[in-house]
């Protein structure tokens, strides 16, 4: 007895992947406002934790560029977020362009609001921070390999 085996376009022909395409359109649809805001949100927060796991050196996002998602979708302005988080719009936009440091105050707002773990805001701040001293040289860092300094 001889089996039949199953290869990729069995699965994934191209009628299925229009059928498919049509599924999840109508579908998405039939969505309320409320499920596909919540589905963008959700997308900015992978992409939050995708740019803190890639090691792409080539693409700096901020802390400001993720927030500005989150504002765009919201149809919020950042004054607006400002005043809310009870702090004056300058102030806030040095937190959020790296022209300051983060402090457990702001990156606790900031994860209240957009519904992330406070660790991931200070990833992204620290990751920057690394690239920038990459650029800089790293070269100058080897000196500072422990094999320097002890015989082994």
Known sequence: MKSK???IENIWNDK???GLKEFISTNST???KERMLTNKL???QYKLEDYIQNDNDEQVLRILDFVKMYL??????KKELADYFEM???????????ERKLNAKVVLKLSTFSHTK????YRVQ???ELKELKKENIENYKKYDYRNLVEI
């Open 30 to 32: 039939m969505q309320s």
């Open 72 to 77: 765009k979708e919201l149809r919020i302005t």
């Open 42 to 44: 959700l997308s900015i």
């Open 118 to 121: 406070p660790e991931q805001w």
């Open 88 to 98: 004056k719009d300058s102030n806030l936009h040095k937190y959020f362009s790296g």
């Open 16 to 18: 299925k992947k229009s």
């Open 5 to 7: 085996e199953i290869t």
């Open 126 to 128: 620290i990751k920057n």
